[in-house]
């Protein structure tokens, strides 16, 4: 299997390394998933669930402005 070396500063491989510990798997193992999941073109879970349930009117579309003294644009 092909390795890849990855340059990490101390504070993120401490996070990495306790990301991976409390998913039980190797630090390979996990960054793996990680490069795997951030790869894929999908929505997470529940994610169209989601719309809809935010009842704020100021999320409304707004209205269409009215047209005063429109006159129409010079064909070229």
Known sequence: MPQLSLYLDDGTLKLVE???????????KWVRSKVLQSLKNEWPDGYFDL??????????????????????????
């Open 18 to 28: 306790r990301a991976a510990k409390l998913k039980n798997t190797s630090i390979s």
């Open 51 to 76: 719309f809809g349930a935010v009842a704020d009117s100021s999320l409304d579309a707004p209205a269409e402005p009215e047209r005063i003294n429109a006159t129409p644009r010079e064909q070229i």
